[in-house]
């Protein structure tokens, strides 16, 4: 009598708002409630925008235990799916499906899905002159402590001086 299998995938935690050109961690657990062994556990994420770097791989799970499913996810535009039609909307709204597969013993495969909806915000750009650019409130701390290190060294030559003197 073969046991049943159950095999579930406790729901990751994806931002709200996620901005288009960023890499997002995603972990997923993966739970054996069952007593058979199952095989080739993986989980995979897909969504218009949603472009994982890579298949999160678990392998093999005895009975009762439980692992850990990592997958980059890459947020682009929408239209940089594959197979999304709308391409007046890059940005915005968008449902993703990770999907958990496995196997049993005699290689049957079976598949569970979690749905999941994020909003996809449009990248900030900076330019490098805006990231280089000194305030004038930097250039005052900077000066100041120029006007404390020049203090500081004549504080010091005037004591070696009079240290110097005395000695002779």
């Known amino acids: 009598i073969k046991q049943p299998l159950s095999v579930e995938m406790v729901a990751p935690s994806?931002?709200?708002?996620v901005l288009a050109g960023e890499t997002v961690p995603v972990s997923i657990q993966?739970?054996?409630?069952?007593?058979?062994?199952?095989?080739?556990?993986?989980?995979?994420?897909e969504g218009p925008g949603?472009?994982?770097?890579n298949v999160g791989y678990v392998g093999t799970m005895e009975g009762g235990t439980q692992g850990m499913s990592d997958i980059s996810l890459f947020i682009g535009a929408k239209t940089m799916s594959e197979g999304y039609e709308d391409t007046d909307e890059r940005y915005g709204d968008t449902h993703g499906v990770i999907t958990l597969t496995y196997e049993d013993a005699d290689g049957e495969e079976?598949?569970?899905?979690i749905g999941f909806n994020t909003t996809i915000e449009p990248p900030v750009i900076?330019?490098?002159?805006?990231?280089?650019?000194?305030?004038?409130?930097?250039?005052?701390?900077?000066?100041?402590?120029?006007?404390?290190?020049?203090?500081?060294?004549?504080?010091i030559g005037t004591?070696?001086?009079v240290f110097i003197r005395r000695r002779r």
């Open 14 to 17: 994806i931002p709200e708002n």
């Open 30 to 45: 993966v739970i054996n409630m069952g007593r058979e062994a199952v095989y080739n556990v993986r989980c995979e994420i």
């Open 50 to 53: 949603l472009l994982p770097s």
């Open 110 to 113: 079976y598949t569970s899905t």
């Open 126 to 155: 900076t330019s490098s002159s805006d990231q280089t650019q000194e305030t004038p409130q930097n250039r005052g701390i900077v000066q100041w402590w120029i006007s404390i290190a020049i203090v500081g060294v004549l504080i």
């Open 159 to 161: 004591c070696a001086f």
